[in-house]
């Protein structure tokens, strides 16, 4: 397992709210960030991540076109997908899942919880563990 994380996202603020969490508690995991779904979509099949964080509203597409697009690629089908969105509505949240998402955090999320999920679809124990 490699400690690589795509987060596709177009907000600034919110890939460095990420950016400064994985570099304080989580330092051995690598981050990558994209801002479309289309550069995401490309970095997820050459950089193969363990995982992916995907906003679900991106210039010129949803995170639902991105979902249906790494499931149906061979190469990127594996790969758990977990959703940060500030649409936290039951049917958007539902569709989400129905397309693939492995996961669903509403923004704004708390940062606990993220790394929680990251960690949980890592395979990861908590950071105080990883320092023995």
Known sequence: MNGLVLYIDD???????VQR????????LQLRT????ADGTRMAVDDQPALILLDNRLPGTSGAQVLRQ???DPATAAIPVVILSGD???VTVRE????????????????????????????????????Q
Do not use: C, W
């Open 21 to 28: 969490l994985l570099k304080r508690a989580r330092p051995d």
């Open 96 to 131: 989400l899942l129905a397309a693939g998402a492995a996961d669903f955090l509403a923004k704004p999320f708390d940062i606990h919880q993220l790394l929680a999920i990251i960690e949980r679809y890592l395979h990861l124990p908590p950071p105080a563990a990883t320092k």
């Open 88 to 90: 936290s509505g039951k």
């Open 34 to 37: 994209a801002m479309t779904g």
């Open 70 to 72: 790494l499931a149906a």
């Open 11 to 17: 907000d600034q603020d919110n890939i460095l709210v």
